[in-house]
């Protein structure tokens, strides 16, 4: 468990993927913030400073790697981890191309997303 509560904003447009997702990430101290979209995360009254974004790639709306590549061009470096259950080689080279500290494929185990979440909380307290 985590001594110091980390906040993880998660998108993805499933609202049971986010139910599921923000239930083991409260499980293992982790506070969550939610987004339906995209566009609803970078909406100016829902700002929040995440030490983690965990972000559906295949999104109604924007993608998740143009949110990752709009907050980086804003000075918003986020540690981002991308999931899709829509994989290719273009989607993988285009998300690693965007800095993702991890990449899952839905449905991945619980264990492998704390492990990311892990791994880009670390990253993200190197670079504060």
């Given at each position: ?5 980390k906040t993880v904003a998660v998108v993805d ?43 559906d790639i295949d999104l109604g709306g924007m ?66």
């Amino acid at each position: 468990m985590l001594t110091q509560t980390k906040t993880v904003a998660v998108v993805d447009d499933d609202r049971s993927m986010l139910a599921g997702v923000e239930r083991l990430l409260n499980a293992y101290g982790y506070a969550t913030k939610v987004f339906a979209s995209a566009e609803a995360f970078l909406d100016p009254g829902a700002r929040t400073d995440a030490d983690c974004l965990l972000v559906d790639i295949d999104l109604g709306g924007m993608s998740g790697i143009e949110l990752r590549r709009r907050l980086a061009a804003c000075g918003r470096a986020v540690p981002t981890i991308f999931m899709t259950a829509l994989d290719d080689d273009a989607t993988r080279a285009s998300a690693l191309q965007a800095g993702c500290i991890a990449y899952l494929l839905k449905p991945f185990l619980g264990r492998s997303l704390i492990d990311a979440v892990e791994t880009a909380v670390a990253h993200n307290n190197s670079t504060s």
